[in-house]
């Protein structure tokens, strides 16, 4: 059997390949240009192509592509063969540095926010050199950039990679004032926990709305959920263990470091876990495992579910966030260490962190905004719409100390002591874990848990990385100018403690409290996509953006209508798909066993004339619940039919928001209530019991 650490990395264009097949001048050049950013010279990248291109075809690849991220939230490719024509009527495989460096997609047909006009098609692909190439299914796959004609960020990537390069620079200027001159480069990493659904594709195919749009739009809950706690980190069934095997290995072909599997609260939910990296590379492999999670799935006769709640009643699906920011010599600017009262350092850049993300509450939230994720937040271990920081009670003990001036008065780690001499002692952490806060302090980072399990993480990072960079040179400009570096980094840590500790809470977020105390504190509760998206174009956060060069006033705008156009769409096919489902599938069903049941009372009562109650409440009631249903049809048609007629996009969402959702509710609550008193032979697609427990 072939070892894990042979076939680890097999598929991807890796150091240790660049290493073997490119001379040591190019190989070196093309190394300043990944680590410092040094512009590529096109003799390099000929080089590379070259180099590339005959290590893909040795693994089979007849392909290549430009393997990029446009506003769709999923990937996109456009594939093109080695082949050129020979003189002799045979072809030759060849691959340039032009089209290594540069590729041109059509622009006009990707979401652009009006960036881009139908007639307006050039688009250019750009290679990512810090990001490998890979072969996967015979083509040879290039991480590129995309941006417009015009010079706009139509992706994820190019955001995120002016992100990271906005919070290097204003990082690096905060070390060189602690005397830290060694330090080339800070980068920030992540490593995203992606939790997901598995039912068996039989069942799926009978479900339209799972078809149609990836979550149950109808479903009554089953006798057992998730409430005896017995799925979560328990023992994995045969099924599922042969797919999350088969999913290892092709990540690890992939060099993508899923490192964690298991069951997750939900039945038929499970979660995979990778190690942490740079965050535009984990950017790219989190879009990639998604893919290969779907595409595994398939082997196994499963599909893999990514919304965030495909079942009511159940936990959603979240993706977390760990997000850390360190140097390239290997420190962790986010690691307390043994002390961290006394680790100035740790403690400016932890008060950068609480300052940014209550100064940019509003840009946080709505990174992680979909119609998905809607559903998702506020319950069931998923964080509520109003954005928090826990810090567990060491540091906010030692902030409270620094705030008030006071000495810190912590003690030594304590050690946990379970009873029974065998097992070993450990340390406890400084801090607990918090499941219902959005955004937590776990040792050496922060754990961000709002993201939902479709998203891209590169939203919500873009986004981080900007807001830190912001306060980072706040803190640099009052810093740089101090006489007394160390009483002025006293009195700002003191002071932003003070001012943002509002955004600091450690208790129970779910509890209706809270909710009412954050209220009081004046922290943002924005419950939905429409509530949240407009603020991306609030004048602070326009500054903000434009300032660091992480979007164009026009890019931001453009982003704000394409996420409220992917909210309004993605509701009306739902509100379409109900429609569909209620009119051709459920309300028959549910008339034709009314009708049966009337049949059979009719002829009961013919042969012995008995009363026939229990029989006679069913149809009285069936016949009730078909009425509602196909009241509650026909007005969310009617408020589809008015949708339509809204232009304006801020008011669609709106619409979608206040009327829309609401009538969707109504129809799903009227169906719930018939599947509960339909005999199951006659319910037209499987129930939550065999799709929750079916594999």
């Known amino acids: 059997m072939e070892k894990v650490t042979e076939y680890f990395g097999s598929m991807v264009f890796d150091d240790r390949i660049m290493k073997a097949t490119l001379s040591e001048k190019v190989y070196k050049s ?31 690849a007849t392909h290549y592509t430009h393997w990029f991220q446009p506003m769709t939230g999923v990937t996109a490719e456009k594939h093109d063969s080695f082949i050129s024509p020979a003189p002799d009527g045979r072809v030759i495989m060849e691959f340039s540095g032009k089209e290594l460096v540069k590729g041109e997609p059509d622009a006009s047909s990707f979401p652009s926010g009006g960036l881009r006009a139908t007639f307006e098609a050039r688009g250019y692909t750009a290679w990512d050199p810090t990001s490998y190439a890979f072969v996967k299914d015979g083509t040879l796959y290039i991480p590129t950039a995309f941006c417009s004609y015009t010079g706009e960020a139509l992706d994820k990537k190019v955001p995120l990679l002016r992100s990271m390069e906005a919070i290097n620079k204003q990082a690096l200027r905060i070390l060189k004032l602690f005397g830290n001159t060694k330090v080339k480069s800070v980068k920030t990493s992540v490593g995203p926990e992606q939790e997901y659904f598995l039912v068996d594709r039989d069942m799926w195919k009978q479900r339209k709305d799972l078809i149609m749009t990836g979550r149950t739009l109808f479903g009554a809950m089953p006798p057992k959920g998730q409430e005896m706690d017995d799925h979560y980190f328990g023992s994995i069934k045969p099924r599922v263990a042969e797919y999350m095997a088969d999913l290892d290995r092709e990540l ?30 984990a950017a ?14 398939q082997r196994h006769n499963l599909v893999c579910l990514l919304h965030e709640k495909p079942f009511a009643g159940v936990n959603g699906s979240g993706k977390h966030n760990n997000w850390s920011i360190s140097t390239d010599q290997g420190e962790n600017l986010l690691s307390p260490g043994e002390t961290p009262a006394e680790n100035a350092q740790f403690l400016l850049f932890l008060a950068a962190v609480i300052k940014a993300v209550d100064d940019y509450q509003d840009l946080l939230r709505l990174s992680v905004a979909t119609a998905g994720n809607d559903h998702r937040l506020g319950a069931n271990e998923a964080p509520p719409a109003v954005i928090s920081i826990f810090l567990g009670d060491e540091l906010t003990s030692v ?22 001499d065998v097992l070993p002692q450990f340390s406890k952490d400084s801090t607990d874990r918090n499941r219902t806060s959005p955004f937590a302090f776990t040792g050496n980072k922060f754990e ?26 706040q803190f640099a400009d009052k810093l740089e100018k101090s006489k007394d570096f160390n009483k002025a980094l006293h009195d700002l840590i003191k002071k932003t403690i003070k001012d943002h500790k509002r955004i600091i809470f450690n208790g129970n977020g779910y509890d209706d409290a809270w909710i009412a105390e954050a209220e009081k504190r004046g922290l943002m509760n924005l419950k939905t996509t429409a509530d949240a998206m407009p603020h991306i174009c609030d004048k602070k956060n326009v500054d903000m953006l434009t300032s660091h060069g992480i979007f164009t006033e026009a890019e931001i705008f453009s982003r704000r209508d394409i996420m409220l156009e992917n909210y309004i769409k993605t509701v009306n096919i739902e509100a379409v798909t109900m ?42 009631e069936l016949s009730e619940l078909i009425d509602e249903m196909d009241s509650a049809t ?31 509710d109504k129809l799903r609550s009227a169906a719930d209530k018939a599947e509960t008193v339909t005999a199951e032979t006659y319910w037209p697609f499987p129930a939550y019991d065999k799709l929750l427990f079916g594999v």
């Not at 490192?259 to 979660?271: F, S, Y």
């Not at 790219?284 to 799935?297: F, G, I, P, S």
């Open 30 to 60: 093309l190394k300043r240009t990944i680590d410092r950013g040094t512009p590529l010279d096109i003799s390099v990248a000929n080089a590379v192509a070259a180099a590339m291109k005959d290590w893909a075809i040795e693994l089979g």
């Open 252 to 281: 690890w072909k992939l060099g993508i470091l899923a490192k964690t599997k298991h069951n997750e609260v939900a039945p038929a939910q499970h979660e995979l876990a990778p190690i942490y990296d740079t965050t535009n590379i």
């Open 284 to 297: 790219d492999h989190n879009q990639l495992t998604m893919e290969v999670m779907q595409k595994v799935a």
């Open 399 to 420: 902030l409270d100390a620094i705030e008030k001036d006071k000495p810190y008065g912590g003690t030594a780690k304590e050690k946990m002591k379970l009873g029974v």
């Open 448 to 473: 961000f848990r709002m993201l939902g399990s479709s998203n891209s993480i590169s939203c919500a990072n873009i986004h981080l990385n900007a807001a830190v960079a912001e306060v980072l040179r």
């Open 579 to 620: 429609i569909d489902m209620a009119r051709k599938e459920i309300i028959p069903a549910v008339a034709k066993f009314a009708a049966d049941t009337a049949n059979a009372v009719a002829v009961k009562k013919s042969v012995s004339k008995a009363a026939c109650k229990y029989e006679t409440k069913l149809v009285t």
């Open 634 to 664: 026909a007005a969310l048609e009617k408020a589809v039919a008015k949708f339509r007629t809204i232009d304006v996009i801020v008011k669609a969402s709106e619409f979608i928001r206040d009327t829309v959702l609401p009538a969707m």
